[in-house]
C-alpha cells in the first residue's frame, strides 16, 4: 500500500509548550358544678340569716365555723384534684413537645455533616459523579453526568478524570450475522451489507471484497489490497502494506519515516497507553477530510526502541478538550542530551524533551519514570515540574533534575 500524501491536523499540543515548570439542615368549665354548689352553700347562708335576725341568734353558735366552715369550701370541692397538674401534664407534658420529636425531624440527618467552606473542600477527585457543592456547611452531591448515545449496539462510559463520554462499539449486542455500525449508522447491520459507501475505514471493515482494505486516496475512499503492518509498523516504499483498518501515515515533516495508524471513531477503538482517538488528516491542498479520525501511537518516552526508525515517542498534551496527555511517535529525531539549548523537541534525542526544566531556558531534559523513580543517571533526581502531573496509563513521568 503506497504511502498517502495526507499532512497531519494535530489535535494537541507538544508537551514543551506547556510545561516549563507550569505544565479539584382548661382545664374549660371543669368543675364548674362545684362552683355551683359552693353557691348553693351561700344561698342556704343568706336563708339562715333571714330567719335568725335577733340579737340571741346572731351569736357565735347560729353564724360560727361549723355552718360556713371548710367543710363547704375547702380544698375538698376545689382542690387539686380537679385542676391540678395531673391533667395538665398528661395534656402538655413532654411527650407531645419534648426533645425526642424535634431531634427526629431537625437532626443531622437531614442537615448532613457540617463542616465545609467552599466547594472545593467537598470535591472527591472524580469528575463522572458531578462536581461537589457546599451548600449551607455541608457537602452536597453533584448531578453525575449521563453518557447515552441511544444507540442499542454501543457501551456507553464516562472516563475519568476528564469526564468525557466514550461510547465503544459492541459486536456481541447485536444478531448473529450483524455487526454495530454506530457512530455512522443508528444499529446493527449485516455483515454482508456494509452501512458506509462505499466502504467502512474502522475496523470491522466492510464494503470491499475479501483480501481488499477500505482505505483513502485523497479525501476518497477505495478498496485496495490490504497489507500485514500492524498499528505501529513501518511503512511506504519497500515494506509491507498496512492491514485492514489501518492507514499509512508519516510521522513528522522532518522525515520521511511512516507508520500504520489506525482509523477510530472513540478511545475504545485505540489500543495502549497514551493512544486516543484524536488525530485528522488533511488532503493535499490542505483541508480537512471529514468524518476521519486515528489514533495516536502508544509508546514509551524513556525507551529508544518503542517507535520506528527516524522517530521518537514523544508525550503530547490535547490543545482543546481535557487536556489529557498522549503519546505519539515524531520525527525527525535530534542528537541533544542533557542540557543541551533547544527549540522543540525534535532538537532532542530521543527518551528527552524540549523543556525549561531548571529555569536556564529550553534544554534537552531526560524523561524518568516518577512512579518507581528510576531513570535517572547518578547525580540527578527523578522530580515533578509539571502543574498537572504527566500521567500515562498507570505511569507518571517526571524529569532528571
Given at each position: 500500500?503506497?504511502?498517502?500524501?495526507?499532512?497531519?491536523?494535530?489535535?494537541?499540543?507538544?508537551?514543551?509548550a506547556c510545561a516549563s515548570g507550569a505544565a479539584r439542615r382548661p382545664p374549660g368549665d371543669v368543675d364548674a358544678g362545684f362552683r355551683r354548689d359552693a353557691g348553693d352553700d351561700l344561698g342556704l347562708r343568706a336563708d339562715m340569716g333571714r330567719v335568725d335576725l335577733g340579737s340571741t341568734d346572731l351569736g357565735g353558735a347560729d353564724l360560727g365555723t361549723e355552718d360556713l366552715g371548710a367543710t363547704d369550701l375547702g380544698v375538698e370541692d376545689l382542690g387539686a384534684i380537679d385542676l391540678g397538674?395531673?391533667?395538665?401534664?398528661?395534656?402538655?407534658g413532654t411527650a407531645d413537645l419534648g426533645a425526642p420529636d424535634l431531634g427526629t425531624d431537625l437532626g443531622a440527618r437531614d442537615l448532613g455533616p457540617p463542616g465545609c467552606t467552599s466547594a472545593a473542600s467537598c470535591q472527591d477527585g472524580l469528575a463522572c459523579n458531578g462536581v461537589e457543592a457546599c451548600i449551607g456547611g455541608a457537602c452536597r452531591s453533584g448531578t453525575p453526568i449521563v453518557c447515552d448515545d441511544g444507540i442499542a449496539c454501543t457501551t456507553n462510559n464516562c472516563l475519568e478524570p476528564s469526564?468525557?463520554?466514550?461510547?465503544?462499539?459492541?459486536?456481541?449486542?447485536?444478531?448473529?450475522?450483524?455487526?454495530?455500525t454506530a457512530p455512522t449508522a443508528s444499529g446493527c447491520a449485516s455483515s454482508g451489507m456494509c452501512s458506509e459507501s462505499p466502504c467502512?475505514?474502522?475496523?470491522?471493515?466492510?464494503?470491499?471484497?475479501?483480501?481488499?482494505?477500505?482505505?483513502?486516496?485523497?479525501?476518497?475512499r477505495v478498496c485496495a489490497a490490504a497489507g500485514t503492518g500492524t498499528t505501529g509498523s513501518t511503512c511506504g516504499a519497500g515494506t509491507l502494506g498496512c492491514s485492514a483498518g489501518n492507514a499509512c501515515i508519516g510521522?513528522?515533516?522532518?522525515?520521511?519515516?511512516?507508520?500504520?495508524?489506525?482509523?477510530?471513531?472513540?478511545?475504545?477503538?485505540?489500543?495502549?497507553?497514551?493512544?486516543?482517538?484524536?488525530?485528522?488528516?488533511?488532503?493535499?491542498t490542505g483541508t480537512e477530510i471529514p468524518g476521519v479520525t486515528l489514533c495516536t501511537l502508544s509508546c514509551n518516552p524513556l525507551s529508544t526502541t518503542s517507535c520506528p526508525s527516524g522517530s521518537a515517542c514523544r508525550i503530547f498534551v490535547e490543545s482543546m478538550g481535557a487536556g489529557r496527555y498522549l503519546t505519539h511517535c515524531e520525527g525527525p529525531?535530534?542528537?541533544?542530551?542533557?542540557?543541551?539549548?533547544?527549540?522543540?523537541?525534535?532538537?532532542?534525542?530521543s527518551g528527552f524533551a524540549c523543556l525549561n526544566g531548571?529555569?536556564?531556558?529550553?534544554?534537552?531534559?531526560?524523561?524518568?519514570n516518577l512512579t518507581t523513580g528510576s531513570g535517572c543517571s547518578i547525580g540527578t533526581t527523578c522530580v515533578n515540574i509539571f502543574t498537572v502531573p504527566v500521567t500515562i496509563g498507570t505511569t507518571t513521568y517526571g524529569v532528571c533534575i
Open positions: 500500500m503506497r504511502h498517502l500524501s495526507f499532512s497531519l491536523v494535530v489535535g494537541f499540543s507538544l508537551l514543551a397538674s395531673p391533667d395538665l401534664g398528661t395534656d402538655l469526564g468525557t463520554c466514550d461510547f465503544a462499539r459492541n459486536d456481541s449486542a447485536c444478531p448473529a450475522g450483524q455487526t454495530c467502512r475505514l474502522i475496523s470491522p471493515q466492510c464494503g470491499c471484497p475479501t483480501g481488499q482494505a477500505c482505505t483513502l486516496s485523497g479525501a476518497t510521522l513528522g515533516t522532518g522525515t520521511t519515516t511512516a507508520a500504520c495508524e489506525r482509523f477510530c471513531a472513540s478511545d475504545a477503538d485505540c489500543s495502549g497507553a497514551g493512544a486516543l482517538c484524536i488525530l485528522r488528516l488533511n488532503d493535499a529525531v535530534g542528537f541533544g542530551t542533557r542540557g543541551a539549548p533547544c527549540i522543540d523537541d525534535g532538537d532532542c534525542t531548571r529555569g536556564l531556558g529550553t534544554e534537552c531534559t531526560r524523561w524518568c
